[in-house]
């Protein structure tokens, strides 16, 4: 029995120093996901988003520029009609005046006739009857010369006073 005793009592002094100087095996379990580290860089989800955000904006800017090209051809073609209504108009003016001017010189002629057949004491009804006439013409040029250009200021008019009503 004194063996036994012994063995009992190495057997727990060996287990005092097993429990004493070995730390207890402990069963591995999934590996702890390692801490976000930061490098200062951004993740991709958040370069996702950014790129969708730059995206949204060109197309934003990309729908102005649409916008703004379409408003400027439109303003260039209103532009263009004004301008060609413009010339039209002077050259309507143009003609008036050339017209004036032709009827001018006539009736100056005519004058000029008129004014040595009294010198010379001679009255011709005829040269009389065609001065009435070319002044009449040139009264009826003058007319349609001024209201030509009171058209021309009408019509410039126009869009301000229609501008004016709208805004009032």
Known sequence: MDDISDLERRLTAALDRISTGIVPLQIPGPEPEPA????GLPS???LLAELESEREVTAQLEERVR???EKQHTRVAELEAEGERLAQALAAS???VAQLRGVTEALRGNNDALRQANEAGVGDPELIDTAMRTELEALRAQHRSDRAEIEAILAELAPILEGD???A
């Open 165 to 167: 009503a709208s805004n």
């Open 67 to 69: 916008a703004i090209r």
């Open 36 to 39: 976000p580290v930061d490098t």
């Open 44 to 46: 991709a989800e958040q």
């Open 94 to 96: 143009e003609a008036e």
